[in-house]
């Protein structure tokens, strides 16, 4: 914490243009790049295991930075994910159970307050290259939400909606996706070009590797894990201009980059999906394939190179942490679910909870305690073209530390322990109060006209 009440101070003395005038790395507010990978696995990178790709960019991050073996997305789908990162909440506090879709009329409520808004008490540059999906009308857009710029495709890449948004307009109708990873990337590098004398955010949120799978000439056939490993390894270049544009502009040492990926592999898509590696299913459920994501994060000269944090973390701590690393406030009106793990990076601290809810859509379905999870009972799944069959299950309690993929079922044999977990589990989400419904992604459709024309005699 020490570091931490350092900055306050300051602020309260220099007005924030001062402070974006001083150009000295110590003295000026840290940039932070956050960047998220789609559906990439947590067996997917070499510093998790992955030996079929090559990943030595992102690697760096964890030889040079912290690497966070047991972080969790609020959700194993994209857009939950992504409202509970931008938010610091839990996305059943907005009704965000589902991913959007092109016909949404809905989005992230306006009155969400995002890590770009907060930044914008001390005058942060902000600016989001990606994947949104967080809803495309205008009041829903990026713009409305803190960020000063735009540029990305604003649903998943397999949606009726692969165009380019330029801030609240449409760029271009013809994306050739070969060349997704390279165009973010380059716009990316000038975002920090733009803002280099002055603190920034930046949110590159990759549309790989969710499928369809696409890669550039450059990349295609370089790994040894087919067109997967090839996005992957083009995801590395990217990562790699990021830094060496740091690098090159002085500022590696006042920036802390972070790398995520927003839900686990979507296993159904078979190759072209990712690898959990050794944890059990992916996307789309709440084991730890789906939610357990492989995560960095990396500053140099303040976090400890080389460094591993095994205890639980979330997306949801960044708006916290982000908060607490640049002396801003965050909403007290409204509870904050992700905690301020500035002493965990800065090797202060730990992690001030050790406990974690995993949702599927609205309903409760697990919940870790420490090193202890437990798992509602599950019917089973027969699988379909979207989702991996998942055969019925009881209801599970593991001991994470010891059995990372899940396979042995403690309930039986500790059924005391699960019961006191599954009554904190219950009260947990007593906690939580009065949750909204279920926000609606998709109306259905009208086709009375046609069971008229069926219902005719000819
Ligand atoms: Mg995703």
Not at 238 to 256: C, F, H, M, P, Y
Request: with cysteine; proline share 6%.
């Amino acid at each position: 914490m020490k570091k931490m009440v350092f900055f306050l101070p300051v602020l309260l003395l220099i007005p924030p243009k001062l402070y974006n005038q001083n150009k000295a790395g110590k003295d000026r507010l840290p940039n932070i790049i956050h960047i998220f990978a789609d559906d990439l696995g947590y067996g997917d990178l070499e510093c998790f295991g992955a030996t079929d790709i090559k990943t030595p960019n992102i690697d760096r991050l964890a030889q040079e930075g912290m690497k966070f073996t047991s972080f969790y997305s609020a959700s194993s789908v994209c857009s939950p994910s992504r409202a509970a990162l931008l938010t610091g909440r839990y996305p059943q506090r907005m009704g965000i159970n589902q991913v959007f879709f092109p016909e949404s009329f809905t989005g992230m409520p306006s009155e969400e307050i995002t890590i770009a808004e907060i930044l914008k008490q001390q005058s942060y540059a902000t600016g989001i290259v990606g994947k949104w999906h967080l809803g495309h009308r205008e009041k829903f857009l990026p713009l409305q939400q803190g960020f000063d710029s735009y540029f990305g495709i604003p649903y998943s890449n397999d949606m009726e909606s692969v165009v380019y948004l330029r801030n609240n307009e449409v760029e271009s109708f013809s994306v050739d996706q070969r060349y997704t990873t390279r165009t973010y990337t380059e716009e990316a590098l000038h975002f920090i070009e733009r803002n280099s004398e002055r603190p920034f955010f930046l949110y590159l949120a990759h549309t790989m590797p969710h499928v369809p799978l696409y890669v550039s000439e450059k990349f295609k056939g370089s790994s040894e894990r087919g067109l997967y490993g090839d996005v992957i390894q083009e995801l590395d270049w990217s990562v790699g201009e990021v830094l060496k544009k740091l690098e090159a502009k002085g500022l590696l040492e006042n920036t802390l980059v972070i790398f995520s990926s927003d839900n686990g592999p979507w296993l159904v898509m078979e190759d072209h999906g990712g690898s959990a590696g050794p944890l059990r299913e992916g996307k789309q459920y709440t084991f730890e394939g789906g939610m357990r994501v492989p995560t960095l994060a990396m500053w140099k000269g303040k976090i400890v190179p080389g460094s591993v944090f095994e205890d639980l973390a979330t997306q949801m701590d960044w708006l916290p942490t982000i908060a607490s690393l640049t002396g801003t406030e965050i909403p007290k009106d409204r509870p904050i679910d992700g905690k301020d793990i500035a002493p965990v990076l800065l090797g202060t601290g730990d992690r001030q909870d050790d406990s974690f809810l995993f949702f599927s859509g609205a309903e409760l379905q697990g919940y870790r305690k420490g090193d202890w999870k437990v798992k509602n009972a599950y019917a089973g799944f027969d699988g379909n073209q979207w989702v991996k069959k998942v055969a019925p299950h009881d209801s599970l309690l593991i001991h994470l530390k010891k059995d990372i993929g899940e396979q042995q079922n403690l309930y039986r044999s500790q059924k005391d322990r699960a019961r006191i977990l599954f009554s904190e589990m219950h009260k947990e989400l007593k906690k939580m109060g009065p949750l909204p419904p279920s926000q609606v992604v998709r109306r259905g459709e009208d086709n009375s006209h046609f069971t008229y024309l069926e219902g005719k005699e000819k």
